[in-house]
T-cell receptor
Framework: DQQVKQNSPSLRVQEGRISILNCDYT??????FLWYKKYPAEGPTFLIS?????DKNEDGRFTVFLNKSAKHLSLHIVPSQPGDSAVYFC????????????FGTGTRLKVLA | ETGVTQTPRHLVMGMTNKKSLKCEQH?????MYWYKQSAKKPLELMFV???????ENNSVPSRFSPECPNSSHLFLHLHTLQPEDSALYLC?????????????FGQGTRLTVV
């Protein structure tokens, strides 16, 4: 049973346009959500996070939106740059129990120059 | 540089070999993790340690044996592995306790079982 799902395995976006990566979760106990970026042959790098008490968190070109009722979150990258090309993982955890970060399968973003 | 260092970066081992993966973090964190990443699968949580105590074993086969001698070091001992165990093994650390916090990952060890 996959508790965190990223249904789009890949996404291609033109440079300068918006990239929108989506993530769905099923566990109501999750209250903290994270996005990681991963290049080949490297470990995931933390990008941005959001607590369930918020519905939006912004950091430069990156914004994460959380819709708790739909159990859905999304990562917006504006404007997209070729260097953003990587695999993006969504992760979720419950801060009230053992810290377990549950990851989705990832979305491979390709930003075209 | 994330503050989490894994060695070796690459490892090829036979099914009868015994080897160990090492992870070290310099972030002052108290929680450490082992994840496995196979092709086209999500990162699979294997083990969690909080303050050196194992708090999670995600039904991992006994041929994988973790060890956490202190909050800064984590090992994964491998023996009699199968070819399907070939994957990228990732170590991570985070602050433990209450509150929101993110996990920081090492570069991973690419393991090939032949």
């Amino acid at each position: 049973d996959q508790q965190v799902k990223q249904n789009s395995p890949s996404l291609r976006v033109q440079e300068g346009r918006i990239s929108i990566l989506n993530c769905d979760y099923t566990n109501s106990m999750f209250d903290y959500f994270l996005w990681y970026k991963k290049y080949p042959a490297e470990g995931p790098t933390f990008l941005i996070s959001i607590s369930s008490i918020k519905d939006k968190n912004e950091d430069g070109r990156f914004t994460v939106f959380l819709n708790k009722s739909a159990k859905h979150l999304s990562l917006h990258i504006v404007p997209s740059q070729p260097g953003d090309s990587a695999v993006y993982f969504c992760a979720a955890t419950s801060t009230s129990g053992t810290y377990k970060y549950i990851f989705g399968t990832g979305t491979r973003l390709k930003v075209l120059a | 540089e994330t503050g989490v260092t894994q060695t070796p970066r690459h490892l090829v081992m036979g099914m009868t070999n015994k080897k160990s993966l090492k992870c070290e973090q310099h972030l002052g964190h108290n929680a450490m993790y082992w994840y496995k990443q196979s092709a086209k699968k999500p990162l699979e949580l294997m083990f969690v340690y909080n303050f050196k105590e194992q708090t999670e074993n995600n039904s991992v086969p006994s041929r994988f044996s973790p060890e956490c001698p202190n909050s800064s070091h984590l090992f994964l001992h491998l023996h009699t592995l199968q070819p399907e165990d070939s994957a990228l093994y990732l170590c991570a650390s985070s602050r433990s306790g209450t509150g929101s916090t993110e996990a920081f990952f090492g570069q991973g060890t690419r393991l090939t079982v032949v």
